[in-house]
């Protein structure tokens, strides 16, 4: 079973993405704040963290440069409005194994769900 965090303020924009997971056998934890999900890691193992851009007490990029500090084998996805070249600009060096859209579709899980699959050694 793959353990996912889930960091956002609205579930709606997330929830289409969480089911397609929840099909695949993840067990997914949702929070609101980066602290919140810090404070998690240290203490439970995580596989994926699914990000969205903007959190109540930072921004994604943030919590994953606070991540990698802590453990960085997790994978990291963000939801993200920036160019793919920003993106990668701004990520460079952190490991971010994907950028979403804000509002991922089911093909958008899909690939999540690929690349996922490819780097656990099809778990799942």
């Not at 500090?69 to 060096?93: D, M, Q, W, Y």
Request: some cysteine; charged content about 25%; hydrophobic content about 45%.
């Amino acid at each position: 079973m793959i353990k996912a965090l889930i960091l956002c303020d609205d579930k709606g924009a997330l929830s289409e993405l969480a089911m397609m997971l929840e099909k695949k056998d993840t067990d997914i934890t949702w929070v609101k704040t980066g602290s919140l999900a810090l404070s998690m890691i240290v203490k439970e193992k995580f596989d994926l963290l699914i990000i969205d851009e903007s959190l109540k007490d930072m921004t994604g990029i943030d919590l994953v440069k606070k991540v990698v500090a802590i453990n960085p084998t997790i994978n990291c996805v963000i939801a993200s409005k920036l160019s793919p070249k920003n993106f990668h600009r701004a990520t460079e060096g952190l490991g971010v194994l994907m950028q979403l859209p804000l509002m991922p579709s089911k093909e958008d899980a899909e690939k999540l769900l690929s690349h996922l699959n490819k780097v656990l050694g099809n778990r799942f």
